[in-house]
Each structure stands twice: as C-alpha cells, then as structure tokens.
C-alpha cells in the first residue's frame, strides 16, 4: 500500500515547515497502532516528513490521515513493507532515501504480547510468535537502515522497549526474553555506529526508550476506574522519541532511557 503521490514527495523534500524537525524524513515501523499515531503527529508537528509502515493498511491509513488533518500540509505518507522479509525492508529505506533525499530515524513501534500464568505454562508457540514481531523485525530494520542512518548528520533508530526485560516475571518469560533480545541487537547497533565513527565522533546513533507499558484514551474510556499506574501514555511516548533528535549522538547512542521506574 502506499498511499503518497509524486506531488507528496515533491513537497516532501522541502520539508514540513520550520519546526526543530525540519527537513528530517523519518520511518515509522507499527505506524498503525495508538503509538505509532501518536508518533506520526508528533514528528510532523516538529517538522519532520514521516514515512509509516504497518501490517494493517486500513489502521495505517487511518493514522496517516489523523497526522495529516492534525497538521495541515504535512507530509505524512503510509507505505507497504514486509518487515519479516529483509529484501522487502532493504527496499523500503533503498526507495525513502532515494524518493526523500535522506533518511533521518527508523522508530521501531511493532509490538505484541503473549504471557501466561506460571513459568511452566510458558507455550513455546508464543516465543515462536514473539520472536518474529519483537526480534526478526528489529533485525530487518536495523540492518537496512543503519547505513542510511549513519549518512545522516542527524539518523537515529529508536527502539521502544519493556521493563519487563530488565526483571522477568515467571509469566512472561517468552516476552522478556523477547524484548531483551531486540534491546541487545539494538546495542549492538550503537557500537557499529561507535566503530564507523569519524573523528568527531558518532552523529548517528542506536536507542531504547523504556516502559513499563503503553496507555492511551480508547484504554482509559473502557476502564476509567483504573489508575494505570507506572503506565505511560503514548503521547508522552511521542514526545520523548521526538525528544531523541534534541539530544548529541554521543548522549543516546547505546543508552536505555526510562520513561517509567527502574524495577
């Protein structure tokens, strides 16, 4: 699916207007969900082109569009990518960067939970679904972004993470181990920008924004007796991953940002 037009990359290459974002292109993976909606306004409303991506086209459609009246004459552009496929991904960035000029930040929003009542219940079917959506997704997108990334002067991968993978519960054995997986190889992605790095040091860099878990309205409509407590809502998600490209390089790279107490 791709719902953007050559009028809407022209425009998109004289960026979104003069906020701190100008003139960014950033990809948004699991741009269909209530986070990544939210992300997409934000991004737009500091500026940036936001290209998303989701395994939904009906939900990414909805969010492209919500971005767009939110902000009007931003360029918001919904895009198909296989995230469990590389080529599918390669191509995706191959094509942003070609169509965009550049490509600033990947922010990594696919997510997915499966958990169970004791340890021993733990269904190895779970892992097998959980290791595509938290792993092999964030393997892809690191892998065909990073070299776009590090050509930027600003690129940034933003990996959204769980608390959960610091402390495991007996439950959640199949999602901690999941989400600490997706945490190492993003890691590692930060000391390949490190490596690769000038003598000025990195200006790209590899981050995880963590929490405990996501709330949003639709959420505290359906139970507006529950306190959510230690939950952060999504727009504050969204503020903090626009808040990444405010901070050097050298200050995000390879570094675990909370977003609620350390367990």
């Known amino acids: 699916m791709s719902d953007g037009t050559d009028t809407a990359r022209q425009e998109a290459k004289m960026g979104n207007g003069n906020g701190p974002l100008s003139g960014a292109v950033i990809a ?36 492209v ?7 009007g004459g931003a360029t918001v552009v919904g895009e198909k990518a296989d995230l469990l496929d590389l080529q599918s991904v390669r191509d995706w960035a191959a094509h942003i960067e070609r169509d965009f000029g550049r490509v ?11 958990g169970g009542t004791a340890f021993t219940r ?3 079917d779970d892992w097998d679904l959980l290791e595509k959506l938290l792993i092999r997704t964030v393997q892809h997108t690191s892998l065909a972004f990073f070299d776009a990334l590090q050509r930027s002067d600003r690129g940034r991968y933003v990996l959204i993470s769980a608390a959960g993978a610091a402390k495991p519960t007996a439950g959640n054995a199949a999602y901690a181990a999941a989400k600490a997986a997706a945490e190492a190889w993003t890691l590692a992605m930060a000391d390949g920008f ?49 808040g990444v490209w405010e901070k050097p390089a050298a200050e995000v790279n390879g570094n675990r940002l909370w977003l609620t107490e350390r367990p």
Do not use: C, Q
Request: aromatic fraction near 4%; hydrophobic fraction near 45%; charged fraction near 25%.
């Open 122 to 124: 733990t269904g190895i």
């Open 104 to 114: 600033d930040g990947l922010v990594h929003l696919v997510g997915g939970w499966r």
């Open 65 to 71: 569009d919500a971005a767009r009246y939110a902000h």
């Open 194 to 242: 490190r490596k690769t790095a000038g003598e000025g040091g990195p200006t790209s860099a590899a981050t995880i924004l963590i929490v405990k878990a996501l709330v949003h309205e639709a959420m505290r409509a359906e139970r507006p007796n529950a306190k959510f407590a230690g939950f952060t809502d999504v727009r504050d998600l969204a503020e903090a991953i626009a």
């Open 28 to 63: 948004v993976a699991g741009a269909g969900g209530p986070a990544g909606r939210a992300t997409l306004e934000r991004l737009a409303d500091a500026g940036a082109v936001v290209v998303g991506s989701d395994n939904n086209p009906e939900r990414l459609a909805e969010a």
